[in-house]
């Protein structure tokens, strides 16, 4: 049992856990940064040596060998791990690996960029948001796949007439089109309370698909106005934008209709259940399809801000993101083709 019963005991204490959680977690980034830097010079010099003389694939396997032997205790020097290594250099010349993000990464997830994200640009977007958001190289994998890079900030929305800069930017940025529910199992055909119900049912992988910061508030959130009952269909708090998040489901085509809808549920949540320190609150129309010349001339002159969007069900994307997404065969193939190349 602790003898120190003083509150300023405590706080030292708590001032001293973080302290060392902080210096533990920056030793581990400077850790992860020296080793990526070493694999960068690793490769760099194994690129030169095999320019300047003409070797082959075989000097990789005999390095392998020789830096094993000499280094027991050190794993990542296996012949494939030095080829990644080859290809990293390739990727970033000596004065770029120090301009990029890529060395705060895991070595695992800079393998993973390397070789399913050819687009520089879509590249960086994955690196800043695996550093914002912690994410796995599984979770990384995942995001590539579903080719989060050409659905973030697709929506359509009214935000940047409706909300002030930056806030307008940033809520923007936090929607998508399409939204990808083809982890409920469903069918194409499935009604908007069969998908809602699955939904809350599998409410961690949506909060995935939702993206960072959204908080799950409640689903059939009861609102009385004027003496009669309504129901909003999901409702979240979104901890970066300081604001509650109302969505509506739709199992149909997008109708003007459904911003009438939701533009008064908006105002009621705005009313009866945001703080006043809150920022105004949004709302997200989610529909089996939409005519986007449609869902622009139903927002404009909404007073709330709100965004409109596409979901799927099954695993099928749009064809103009999925003919800019190769599938996992072919990432297969291009991986081993080009290690042939590398031999």
């Known amino acids: 049992m602790n003898q120190f019963i003083d509150p300023s005991y405590a706080t030292l204490l708590e001032l001293l856990k973080q302290q060392i959680s902080t210096a533990r977690y920056q030793a581990a980034l400077k850790v992860n940064k020296d080793l990526v830097l070493l694999y960068h010079h690793i490769g760099t010099r194994i690129l030169q040596s095999q320019e300047t003389h003409g070797w082959g694939a075989k000097v990789i396997d005999q390095l392998s060998k020789d830096l094993r032997r000499e280094f027991p205790d050190m794993k990542g020097f296996s012949t494939q791990n030095l080829k990644y290594m080859r290809r990293f250099a390739q990727e970033y010349g000596g004065n770029e690996i120090g301009q990029q993000a890529v060395d705060q990464l895991p070595w695992g997830h800079n393998v993973v960029l390397m070789y399913r994200v050819a687009d520089r640009k879509a590249r960086e977007f994955y690196v800043q948001k695996t550093i914002a958001q912690g994410w796995s190289r599984d979770r990384l994998a995942a995001q590539i796949e579903s080719n989060l890079y050409k659905r973030e900030g697709k929506a ?52 995935l698909e939702l993206g960072a910061g959204f908080a799950f508030v409640g689903r059939q959130y009861h609102l009385e106005v004027g003496g009669q009952d309504y129901y909003i269909d999901l409702l979240f708090y979104h901890l970066k934008l300081r604001c509650f998040v109302v969505i509506e489901l739709k199992d149909k085509e997008f109708k003007p209709e459904y911003a009438g809808k939701l533009n008064f549920y908006l105002s009621a949540i705005d009313d009866l259940v945001k703080h006043q320190s809150d920022n105004p609150s949004i709302g997200l129309i989610l529909c089996k399809t939409k005519n986007n010349v449609t869902a622009e001339y139903a927002l404009r002159d909404i007073n709330k801000p709100i965004g409109l969007a596409e979901y799927r069900l099954s695993d099928a994307l749009p064809e103009e993101i999925q003919t800019s997404l190769p599938t996992i065969e072919a990432l297969e193939h291009e991986l081993a083709k080009g290690l042939k190349n590398e031999e």
């Open 156 to 207: 359509v929305t009214n935000f940047k007439n409706q909300l002030a800069l930056p806030l307008s930017d940033l809520a923007n940025n936090t929607l998508k089109d399409p939204y990808l529910f083809d982890f409920l199992g469903l069918g194409k055909d499935a009604h908007e309370r069969d998908v809602e119900k699955a939904l809350i049912n599998h409410m961690e992988k949506f909060l």
